[in-house]
Nanobody
Framework: QVQLAESGGGLVQPGGSLRLSCAAS????????MGWYRQAPGKERELVAA???????NYAESVKGRFTLSRDNAKNTVYLQLNSLKPEDMAVYSC???????????WGQGTQVTVSS
């Protein structure tokens, strides 16, 4: 079992930055498939950025060059740095961990990112 807790969301002006954190209740070093998704009102949840089992880091086209995914295994935390934010980035951002052993996904409760002047 893994519990995920996101933080770092908030209100920011267009062009601003935020850093989202996803703290896990246990070690994340065993997970290679983890990242962030987002869901805006009236839209489906979409992948924002994720580490994949093959060692790559995948980003949605709309966030490439602006968002950066990173992890600190010692702190059991995954980060998403959001730069040059746009109104269309506004959504609830959720952390995801996929366990290939347990064959299930774990989700956090989400954190709201609002981009508005």
């Amino acid at each position: 079992q893994v519990q995920l807790a996101e933080s770092g969301g908030g209100l920011v002006q267009p062009g601003g930055s935020l850093r989202l954190s996803c703290a896990a209740s246990g070690s994340i070093s065993r997970f290679s498939d983890m990242g962030w998704y987002r869901q805006a009102p009236g839209k489906e949840r979409e992948l924002v950025a994720a580490f994949s089992p093959n060692g790559n880091t995948n980003y949605a086209e709309s966030v490439k060059g602006r968002f950066t995914l990173s992890r600190d295994n010692a702190k059991n935390t995954v980060y998403l740095q959001l730069n040059s934010l746009k109104p269309e980035d506004m959504a609830v951002y959720s952390c995801n961990v996929h366990s290939s052993v347990e064959k299930r996904d774990y989700w956090g409760q989400g954190t709201q990112v609002t981009v508005s002047s």
